[in-house]
């Protein structure tokens, strides 16, 4: 938490180098956290995300992720209720419900088997929802692409993560850790991809942030951007 | 005379041309089809199965590249960057990207472990010529990953011209890439850029 309010600090009064994109006026500084995020990931993460996925047996790494996904639903159904999709956030306390007992304490997704669908929202949706705009593209130390708003969003999302509340600290602290190499073996196939697909990580990783997000926040249904000046006249579409 | 002949030869080409585009398979159907079928293919595959990366780039190249229409998502990349190049560089630059596509869609098939798929049903008019085709992905314990095929009508049947996963569309996410580039370097410097990654990946397949 001190670390995140340190980044925040560091970011807003940092350097402003310019590269250029109206959308990320602090690419310089950026491009340094990225690459720091980067070595860690590549020397502690993913070797060990990599470990976890060729040694634990896919039936228990989907316990894992159903047992995360499922304490994650309460917080979502809140995000989901803040954002007037009354009947979403009822869904997911139902889901939460369903899995936490017939689920047997969500190890089992059986609400997705019945019907209802996982959502994703947190608190960075809820405030783009309610109109604020992204600000500066942020790469925050650890938590990896961002910006000012999905930052405040992810502090409280951070705060009020039922993780929080496990006593003794040790049992928190490795609840953390084991969410965190799940959640990176998941993505394993992803980064692999970003990787051989992109000329520019960075940029590449950053505009799919971008567009990933403007996506979640009308819940995959965005309104058409102005493509028109993209499109170079009598070329096919 | 010839003139007649010619008009005849027309009026035949339109015809059946006009046939065969009354028949041409709806986009729905077709991805839900070519989607299938590869699925399929690799399923029974044991040398694909086991890491041939040559192989699934061999079938990618028989059954999914002939419904892309790689001219529209390489000018769709570059944005306003395609007018500068010349008629010999949107070839380059268009076959240097497929190159680079092919392996990218060849290293998104290899992680497929047998997920669901759930293939929309199509929203669009009788006429339409420019459609959006709809499937996710449905995996436990997570959101379903939709992937959403942009496609239009043309002669020789519905091409996708671009393709969105999870709200990402692969063709806008270029477009800052190409347009940095050629601001630094030029077209040539793109295309430049492009081969050499294309090298580089077939180079790390040989290893």
């Avoid at chain 1, 999709?85 to 139902?94: N, Q, R, T």
């Avoid at chain 1, 959502?119 to 929802?129: A, K, M, P, V, Y």
């Avoid at chain 2, 709806?26 to 690799?42: G, N």
């Amino acid at each position: 938490m001190k670390l995140l309010c340190v980044a925040f600090a560091t970011l807003l009064t940092g350097c402003a180098t310019t590269n250029g994109d109206p959308r990320d006026p602090l690419e310089g500084l950026n491009r340094k956290v990225y690459v720091f995020n980067d070595k860690l990931d590549s020397w502690v993460l993913r070797p060990v995300a990599t470990g976890y996925r060729n040694w634990v047996p896919g039936e228990l790494r989907d316990r894992v992720r159903n047992f995360f996904g499922n304490i994650a639903d309460p917080l979502i159904g809140v995000n989901n209720m803040l954002q007037g999709k009354f009947e979403d956030g009822f869904l997911d306390w139902i889901r939460f419900g369903f899995n936490s007992t017939f689920g047997l304490f969500g190890l089992h997704d059986i609400a997705s088997d019945m019907g209802y669908e996982k959502h994703n929202e947190d608190f960075g949706q809820t405030f783009g929802r309610w109109g604020a705009g992204t600000g500066p593209y942020l790469v925050l130390p650890l938590l990896g692409s961002s910006n000012v708003r999905d930052g405040l969003g992810s502090a409280l999302d951070i705060y009020l993560d039922p993780l929080g509340e496990v006593r003794p600290y040790h049992l928190e602290y490795g609840l953390w850790a084991t969410r965190l190499v799940q959640t990176r073996s998941d993505l394993l196939d992803a980064s692999r991809i970003l990787e051989e697909a992109s000329l520019d990580k960075y940029v590449f990783q950053r505009d799919a942030y971008l567009q990933r997000r403007r996506n979640l926040i009308y819940d995959g249904r965005p309104p058409r951007e102005r493509d028109v000046d993209t499109i170079p006249p009598g070329e096919p579409k | 005379m010839t003139r007649i002949l010619a008009l005849v030869a027309l009026t035949t080409a339109m015809t059946f041309g006009g046939a065969r585009a009354q028949q041409l398979t709806p986009p729905d159907t077709l991805v839900k089809q070519v989607t299938l079928e590869v699925v399929e293919l690799i399923a029974k595959d044991k040398e694909i199965r086991g890491g041939n990366r040559a192989k699934l780039i061999g079938l990618i190249n028989d059954k999914v590249l002939p419904h892309f229409n790689f001219v529209s998502m390489s000018a769709l990349a570059m944005g306003q960057s395609w007018n500068k190049a010349t008629p010999e560089q949107k070839k380059r630059v268009t076959e240097e990207f497929k190159t680079l596509l092919v392996r990218t869609y060849a290293s998104a098939l290899a992680s497929y472990s047998d997920q669901k798929f759930d293939f929309r049903p199509l929203r669009a008019k009788a006429g339409d010529t420019d459609v959006t085709v709809n499937v996710r992905v449905l995996q436990p314990g997570a959101q379903p990953v939709p992937i959403d095929y942009s496609m239009e009508k043309t002669a020789s049947g519905w091409k996708v011209y671009d393709v969105m996963v999870g709200g990402v569309s692969l063709v806008a996410n270029y477009r800052t890439e190409f347009n940095n580039l050629v601001r630094e370097s030029g077209v040539e410097g793109l295309i430049k850029n492009l081969s050499a990654k294309n090298r580089a990946l077939e180079g790390a397949d040989r290893k």
